[in-house]
């Protein structure tokens, strides 16, 4: 019996644990995922302001006991996220669970390895939790969209990107052909010349390199001319596949898999998309999966 109130106990903490960190419709849920970000955009300001010599030799006490602070605070959120997940290898070698590790790592390296602190701007990454800890719905759609739309358009633009390193080729090669032969020339070899061209056709035009001839000059404008016609292409092609998936998109919700965490399942899901565990929330809406609720067992559905 005193088995069991353990067992239960311990249930009934890591549902109450699931609650806070994984659902961000809740209360509790959207408070601690506000201050996690908070926290998160703090500790990348103190790693960006130490790199600051002037910030580092005034500040570098506090920055360095907040540093701490911060990794001692994600280092604990990543085990109590471990914990809490029916599968804890699932979370440990997801998206969000290799970017949560390496969001405390690099303070524990930095005691062995000179340098790998500055690793800790990564934390930044996590930021991308707020599109699912402000909830909105709308906007975690809209990412959905856009990712949808990228990713139906990666062949058209893979193609798009391999002609356009054709063009450039080509362009460099002519110009160095046409500006090798003058005696101020920085036109030095075709790589240089491949560089020029990629430059002048995406219109940065960093001034390092400029043709003497007018040979090369006429073979710079025209490279302007090319990169101005040919710039809307990529985003037609990645507009018209966003159009198409916004046509075709299917509502989802915002529970959690109770085994990797990962978010953004269709209503009617009833398996995780990424690591195929079953989804048994309780019925009536988000929450802790069955297997954390008060009294419940640790076996699997």
Request: positive net charge.
């Amino acid at each position: 019996m005193a088995g069991d109130s353990s067992l239960s106990g311990r249930n009934g903490i890591r549902g109450r644990l699931w609650t806070i960190i994984f659902e961000a419709e809740t209360k509790s849920g959207k408070a601690f995922d506000v201050l996690l970000l908070w926290a998160i955009g703090l500790s990348v300001v103190a790693v960006m302001l130490d790199s600051i010599d002037s910030f580092a030799m005034r500040w570098g006490g506090a920055l360095k006991v907040a540093e701490w602070g911060f990794t001692l605070l994600f280092m604990t959120e990543y085990f109590v996220r471990i914990w809490v997940v029916r599968r804890p290898a699932r979370y440990i070698f997801s998206f969000f669970g290799i970017i949560d590790f390496l969001s405390w790592i690099p303070t524990f390296l930095g005691m062995f390895f000179v340098g790998s602190q500055s690793l800790l701007v990564i934390r930044i990454l996590r930021l991308l939790r707020m599109f699912r800890v402000l909830k909105m719905v709308g906007h975690m759609r809209g990412a959905s969209i856009i990712m949808r739309g990228l990713l139906a358009s990666r062949a058209k633009i893979t193609v798009f990107f391999f002609a356009m390193v054709v063009l450039a080729t080509i362009m460099g090669t002519i110009a160095y052909l046409l500006e090798s032969g003058q005696p101020q020339s920085k036109f030095t070899n075709i790589p240089v010349s491949i560089y020029w061209a990629i430059v002048t056709v995406t219109t940065l035009g960093y001034g390092d390199l400029a043709p003497l001839t007018v040979e090369g000059k006429f073979l710079s404008a025209l490279c302007v001319l090319i990169g101005y016609s040919i710039m809307a292409v990529p985003t037609g092609i990645v507009i018209g596949e966003t159009v198409n998936a916004a046509m075709n998109r299917q509502d989802e919700t915002t529970d959690a898999c109770p085994s990797c965490g990962v978010h953004g399942h269709l209503l009617d899901a009833r398996y995780c998309r990424r690591c195929g565990e079953r989804l048994n929330f309780p019925e009536g809406g988000p929450g802790p999966p069955h297997s954390y609720k008060e009294g419940a067992g640790e076996t699997e559905p």
